[in-house]
């Protein structure tokens, strides 16, 4: 485990915490005026490897030098901070200040963090974090990469948990749960079916996923299986690929289930919550598309739908499945998140191919047509 001082003080600003993978939907913005939880788990932290936040340069200055970072399409612009921004949740941070106007951006319903480091250390004033809170943006702290140093305190070298032991856990991501607007404990309007919507994580690692699917695809149609990953999926393959009879098969794989079928070219895999890394089978193995951990083990292995609790005291004896409805179905189709998909394809060398840049460029039509 890990704890983070000032670089300026040495002063102490968190807890001690442990090292996890960059959530998928990291730095997603769901939707308008919606009201999101905190982003890192308590007791956890994760790096992103590239650069976050301002100053941000456009993409007529640093198209040159975009593939140089992994960015092989247009984008609007990319961030020209310093790499390796550390996220943890707020309440994990100690001896810190928010620092007074004007750093605090945003301000719709919370801090954005448009305006960079919004938080000091308390014992010497050094900008040390930048604090998010607003709606539709996950609740998170960015320590600044330099302005802290990370020392490790009793336990730093603990091996991450195998596969076998994060399966025997089962922490799996349910696909839909009660979203609410900012400042009301009801969600409104589209966005759920009585307080009831498609999770935001399993729309960011669809959109990740679906970026994958495509360059796996080599521009044929891809089938998966049917039930959730179908609902998940299939309709966005289908309307972005082309028909035809070479359709590839994409499959799911992993720790638990059984050998994947020879006739399968694409396996969806999870990836390791703490490492990020993917899971690969023991053979030579075709295109992995990752999915995070604990949404992969709802499709492979789905639980069953959980009642709705209601008030008051069942009658002795009584099981509450006899008399709770099972949980609302959001009343939407499934759509992949967009920017998580653009951010995700923008980095992948197959998206110089000219089909694949089509669907990049025709991306706000897509949404408009309910795929995204």
């Not at 901070?81 to 550390?86: E, F, N, R, S, V």
Request: with cysteine; proline share 12%.
């Amino acid at each position: 485990m890990f704890v983070f001082v000032c670089a300026g003080c040495g002063a102490r600003l968190t807890i001690p915490m442990s090292q996890v993978a960059l959530p998928a939907h990291a730095h997603q913005k769901y939707g308008n005026g919606v009201q999101l939880p905190v982003l890192m788990e308590s007791g956890t932290f994760a790096v992103d490897p590239e650069p976050w936040g301002p100053p941000w340069r456009r993409w007529e200055e640093i198209r040159d030098e975009a593939s140089a970072r992994g960015v092989y399409a247009p984008v609007y612009a990319l961030s020209d901070g310093a790499p390796g921004a550390i996220v943890i949740a707020p309440g994990d941070a100690s001896g810190t200040v928010l620092i007074p106007e004007p750093r605090g951006g945003g301000y719709c319903c919370g801090l954005d963090g448009a305006d960079g480091p919004n938080v000091a250390c308390l014992a010497c004033a050094l900008p040390v974090a930048t604090r998010i809170d607003d709606c539709s943006l996950w609740q998170a702290m960015w320590l600044a990469p330099n302005a802290v140093r990370r020392l490790p305190v009793a336990d730093a070298g603990a091996a991450p948990l195998s596969w076998s032991e994060l399966m025997a856990e089962g922490k799996g991501t349910p696909p839909f749960e009660p979203i609410a607007t900012w400042g009301s404990r009801m969600a409104a309007g589209h966005w759920s079916n009585y307080c009831w919507s498609w999770s935001p994580q399993w729309e960011a690692a669809a959109g990740r996923a679906l970026a994958h699917l495509l360059a796996a695809s080599e521009g044929q149609p891809v089938i998966v299986p049917d039930g959730l990953i179908g609902q998940v999926f299939q309709r966005a393959l289908d309307a972005l690929l082309p028909a035809g009879p070479q359709a590839r098969r994409a499959v799911l794989a992993g720790p638990g289930l059984p050998t994947r079928s020879r006739d399968a070219s694409i396996l969806l895999v999870p990836s390791h919550p703490q490492t990020g890394r993917t899971w690969a089978p023991a053979d030579p193995a075709p295109y992995l598309v990752p999915l995070p951990f604990g949404v992969w083990l709802w499709l492979a292995f789905p639980e069953p739908d959980l009642p709705v609790p209601t008030s008051g005291v069942l009658p002795v004896g009584a099981l509450s499945d006899d008399y709770d409805p099972p949980a609302p179905r959001p009343r939407h189709l499934f759509r992949a998140d967009p920017e998580v998909f653009r951010r995700t394809l923008v980095r992948l060398p197959t998206v110089r191919s000219p089909w694949l840049r089509e669907i990049l460029e025709n991306l706000t039509h897509h949404m408009r047509a309910g795929l995204f």
